[in-house]
């Protein structure tokens, strides 16, 4: 049976969805998305991502297409139509069609796009190995945009080594993953994850947890690492809005937490869905 998806206003079977050939989205990748996690049939996190889509847009000069209120019924909406109890929700919006211009119309109308992903989110985690690349992706990182190709690129490049995803490195320091945060634990059980700024994605599951370990007493510091002293360090994590937290066990052939998961990662990440099933809408 084939999914409902929402497509500018309309619920319909993902093989009737369609948009502009003139999209700008397709075109120009003049577009943001969100996804969101499903829990029990609600919505994970949900205002972080209303808030932060709406950040996405107004850094690109787009207004929000829908109030939150709105969007959220939307959510729900698909929820139902596809009967799914766990998985995510995808969300695009592009600034719209029109013939193809590098500058942009002022007051085109947007295309909004909606989509579910009936997949296990809860389950144990293995742990993921990761290789090191340099990160050649645009240099606002901070706007959740379409512009995937840099990261689909290296998460190719890992896959052809044998691996699961690859941190991405800038000017010595890691950045981020693929499509996640990136942490460490080090030997005196401090969580490093890099600083906020246009260099990397403003995570909504990393907001979540770095507030869950500082409730629990967890020291917290904001800075960027290398991979020397992630290789160093006692734990490795990512962070994302699909895989909660998931253990890095593997960075560039050296073994991370005797090549298993770590107590930090599995603690926060039993804490991330506990706290996520009692706060979904």
């Given at each position: ?6 497509v ?7 093989e009737?969805?369609t948009?502009s ?9 003049d577009a ?6 499903v829990l029990?049939g ?8 209303v808030a932060r889509?709406?950040r996405?847009l107004?850094e690109?000069?787009m207004g929000?297409?829908f109030s939150s209120?709105d969007?959220l019924e939307?959510?729900?909406e698909?929820v139902r ?8 929700i ?14 942009f119309p002022?007051?085109?109308e947007?295309t909004v796009v ?6 296990p989110?809860t ?5 993921i190995?990761?290789i ?8 606002r990182?901070?706007?959740?945009t379409v ?7 290296a ?7 044998g ?11 890691v950045?981020e993953?693929t499509?996640?945060?990136a942490?460490?634990?080090?030997r005196?059980?401090?969580i490093v994850t890099?600083n906020?700024s246009?260099?990397i994605l403003?995570g ?6 770095l ?6 007493g967890?020291e ?10 992630a290789?160093q360090?006692?734990?490795?994590f ?18 991370i937490s005797g090549?298993k998961p770590g107590p930090v990662?599995?603690?926060l990440n039993?804490?991330?869905i ?7 809408l």
């Amino acid at each position: 049976m084939s999914r409902i998806v929402y497509v500018n206003g309309a619920y319909v079977p993902e093989e009737e969805a369609t948009v502009s050939v003139f999209d700008r989205g397709f075109l120009f990748a003049d577009a943001v998305y969100e996804v969101t996690a499903v829990l029990d049939g609600k919505i994970v996190d949900y205002p972080g991502h209303v808030a932060r889509l709406e950040r996405s847009l107004g850094e690109l000069q787009m207004g929000m297409p829908f109030s939150s209120d709105d969007l959220l019924e939307v959510h729900r909406e698909l929820v139902r139509r596809n009967s799914m109890d766990e998985g995510a929700i995808y969300l695009q919006v592009t600034r719209g069609a029109a013939d193809r211009d590098f500058a942009f119309p002022k007051h085109a109308e947007q295309t909004v796009v909606l989509f579910t992903q009936a997949k296990p989110l809860t389950g144990a985690k293995k742990g993921i190995r990761v290789i090191s690349l340099p990160d050649m992706r645009w240099g606002r990182r901070d706007i959740k945009t379409v512009q995937l190709l840099a990261p689909s690129m290296a998460k190719m490049a890992a896959k052809a080594e044998g691996k699961d995803d690859a941190w991405l490195v800038q000017n010595g320091f890691v950045t981020e993953g693929t499509s996640n945060n990136a942490y460490i634990v080090t030997r005196e059980g401090k969580i490093v994850t890099r600083n906020l700024s246009s260099s990397i994605l403003h995570g909504i599951t990393r907001a979540a947890v770095l507030k869950l370990a500082a409730e629990r007493g967890m020291e917290v510091e904001e800075r960027p690492f290398t991979i020397e002293e992630a290789q160093q360090a006692a734990e490795a994590f990512v962070t994302a809005a699909t895989t909660f937290v998931c253990p890095v066990i593997e960075i560039d052939g050296v073994a991370i937490s005797g090549g298993k998961p770590g107590p930090v990662a599995e603690r926060l990440n039993e804490l991330y869905i506990e706290t996520g099933r009692k706060s979904a809408l």
